[in-house]
């Protein structure tokens, strides 16, 4: 990591927010039918806090795009300042690098310099994409830096990016894109709302459950402190018969085997596979057919009955969590696997392979003994500490302590990056002393 880069965070650059601004938006409005809602959203005229859930890697330009002219200094996970161009790309457009779900002083004064000189900041409270597109939660501490803050928030509420580019697999796929922005919180409501009010009000926008209807409301960011403002119900319009639908796209289940591990008919795991629109047991047989507004149809000629099948992916998602829970309990048996671990060796040139070792998993935390940098190492992360797993799929899953970061590739199965960030997060709720996710 650049030193000038963790020390000084800029004003994101003028003209480069311009021409992204002036490439993308029609790009957007064109390939995604994008809409854009800011009809309960006033603009203030100092610093601003923007959260906004997480459904994919285009996520950063849609909420950029949906504020502008306003510029936003958001926080992004630190891995990407690993890479070129992204290490010298970001800190133009003001991105502040942070250690998810680690405590990182840095990344906080970095924020607190942000606002103190009149900046609007990005935050997407998640701190990685939502692996079946439902809103997971977020980390209790973001409440507390909105309540010290204490600056006027709003919020994004993303719509349809997730069928349009899950992050399961590559590229996109043309669709319908919705972005509500609205208004959250005043500076007067901050001052008499309790940090747990805040994550609840926070939670309850970015999942989608505050939609209570109010037409005609005036915006509400001068409102008594006892009400944040409400979003308004998406109107009907072409293609959102209340799911968000792909548009003419090929190949729709390819690449679900990377979030999805188990079978719901058999219960084997890394049984799935796909082609086309179709995800198939190879031990079972049960096959489903994902339409383009992200249902499941069940095969007639599949082996299992149609009941058992779930009828859209984050049903599936959901009993598959109820599964993995089933493995965890106090004093279980360590879940173990072989990896080779990554880190950032030299900056700008991305994760490197620096040892490798069995990780394993417990009520207690996780544990390497392995090799790191050619030195026999036993590194041990407690439950406590690892709140949450990032993964990029059929790839690598991620720790983040005391301010450094690995990567666990598994060596025999790729595929089961998934299975261990799932268990992690569980772990983490069952067996924390004290969890501090929310959701």
């Given at each position: 990591?650049?030193?000038?880069?963790?020390?000084?965070?800029?004003?994101?650059?003028?003209?480069?927010?311009?021409?992204?601004?002036?490439?993308?938006?029609?790009?957007?409005?064109?390939?995604?039918?994008?809409?854009?809602?800011?009809?309960?959203?006033?603009?203030?005229?100092?610093?601003?806090?923007?959260?906004?859930?997480?459904?994919?890697?285009?996520?950063?330009?849609?909420?950029?795009?949906?504020?502008?002219?306003?510029?936003?200094?958001?926080?992004?996970?630190?891995?990407?300042?690993?890479?070129?161009?992204?290490?010298?790309?970001?800190?133009?457009?003001?991105?502040?690098?942070?250690?998810?779900?680690?405590?990182?002083?840095?990344?906080?004064?970095?924020?607190?310099?942000?606002?103190?000189?009149?900046?609007?900041?990005?935050?997407?409270?998640?701190?990685?994409?939502?692996?079946?597109?439902?809103?997971?939660?977020?980390?209790?501490?973001?409440?507390?830096?909105?309540?010290?803050?204490?600056?006027?928030?709003?919020?994004?509420?993303?719509?349809?990016?997730?069928?349009?580019?899950?992050?399961?697999?590559?590229?996109?796929?043309?669709?319908?894109?919705?972005?509500?922005?609205?208004?959250?919180?005043?500076?007067?409501?901050?001052?008499?709302?309790?940090v747990d009010e805040i994550n609840q009000r926070i939670d309850d926008r970015l999942s989608g459950a505050d939609k209570t209807p109010q037409p005609n409301a005036p915006p509400q960011m001068n409102a008594l402190p006892q009400s944040a403002a409400p979003l308004q119900p998406a109107a009907p319009g072409p293609g959102r018969p209340g799911t968000f639908r792909v548009?003419?796209?090929?190949?729709?289940?390819?690449?679900?085997?990377?979030?999805?591990?188990?079978?719901?008919?058999?219960?084997?795991?890394?049984?799935?596979?796909?082609?086309?629109?179709?995800?198939?047991?190879?031990?079972?047989?049960?096959?489903?057919?994902?339409?383009?507004?992200?249902?499941?149809?069940?095969?007639?000629?599949?082996?299992?009955?149609?009941?058992?099948?779930?009828?859209?992916?984050?049903?599936?998602?959901?009993?598959?969590?109820?599964?993995?829970?089933?493995?965890?309990?106090?004093?279980?048996?360590?879940?173990?696997?072989?990896?080779?671990?990554?880190?950032?060796?030299?900056?700008?040139?991305?994760?490197?392979?620096?040892?490798?070792?069995?990780?394993?998993?417990?009520?207690?935390?996780?544990?390497?003994?392995?090799?790191?940098?050619?030195?026999?190492?036993?590194?041990?992360?407690?439950?406590?500490?690892?709140?949450?797993?990032?993964?990029?799929?059929?790839?690598?899953?991620?720790?983040?302590?005391?301010?450094?970061?690995?990567?666990?590739?598994?060596?025999?199965?790729?595929?089961?990056?998934?299975?261990?960030?799932?268990?992690?997060?569980?772990?983490?709720?069952?067996?924390?002393?004290?969890?501090?996710?929310?959701?």
């Amino acid at each position: 990591m650049n030193k000038k880069t963790r020390k000084t965070i800029k004003t994101p650059n003028g003209l480069l927010y311009f021409l992204v601004y002036i490439l993308f938006y029609p790009f957007l409005k064109t390939v995604f039918r994008l809409e854009v809602d800011r009809s309960a959203y006033r603009p203030p005229k100092g610093p601003l806090i923007v959260v906004s859930n997480h459904q994919s890697f285009m996520d950063f330009l849609l909420v950029m795009l949906t504020v502008y002219p306003r510029r936003l200094n958001a926080v992004a996970a630190q891995k990407f300042f690993y890479y070129r161009p992204l290490n010298w790309l970001l800190p133009m457009m003001g991105a502040i690098p942070k250690c998810l779900f680690d405590p990182d002083p840095r990344s906080i004064k970095q924020i607190m310099a942000v606002i103190k000189r009149g900046g609007r900041l990005l935050l997407f409270p998640e701190g990685r994409c939502a692996t079946d597109g439902v809103y997971a939660g977020m980390h209790r501490a973001t409440g507390k830096l909105v309540s010290k803050l204490k600056v006027p928030v709003a919020s994004c509420h993303i719509e349809g990016a997730y069928n349009c580019m899950p992050f399961w697999r590559k590229g996109f796929r043309r669709g319908h894109i919705r972005v509500t922005l609205a208004d959250l919180f005043s500076e007067e409501a901050l001052q008499t709302l309790t940090v747990d009010e805040i994550n609840q009000r926070i939670d309850d926008r970015l999942s989608g459950a505050d939609k209570t209807p109010q037409p005609n409301a005036p915006p509400q960011m001068n409102a008594l402190p006892q009400s944040a403002a409400p979003l308004q119900p998406a109107a009907p319009g072409p293609g959102r018969p209340g799911t968000f639908r792909v548009f003419r796209a090929k190949k729709l289940a390819e690449g679900l085997q990377n979030i999805l591990f188990w079978c719901a008919c058999c219960g084997m795991e890394f049984t799935l596979e796909t082609e086309g629109n179709m995800v198939r047991c190879s031990n079972c047989g049960a096959a489903a057919t994902l339409g383009r507004d992200g249902t499941l149809t069940h095969e007639p000629t599949s082996a299992a009955p149609a009941s058992v099948m779930p009828l859209t992916i984050q049903e599936w998602f959901k009993k598959q969590n109820e599964y993995a829970k089933q493995l965890l309990c106090v004093g279980m048996a360590p879940v173990c696997v072989s990896v080779v671990v990554r880190t950032c060796l030299n900056p700008g040139k991305g994760l490197e392979p620096c040892g490798r070792g069995v990780l394993s998993l417990d009520s207690s935390g996780w544990r390497l003994d392995g090799e790191i940098v050619e030195d026999n190492v036993q590194m041990f992360f407690p439950i406590d500490a690892v709140p949450a797993i990032p993964f990029d799929p059929d790839d690598n899953f991620q720790i983040y302590s005391g301010g450094k970061f690995y990567a666990f590739t598994p060596i025999e199965n790729s595929r089961s990056c998934v299975k261990f960030a799932v268990l992690g997060e569980l772990a983490y709720r069952l067996f924390a002393s004290n969890p501090q996710m929310t959701g």
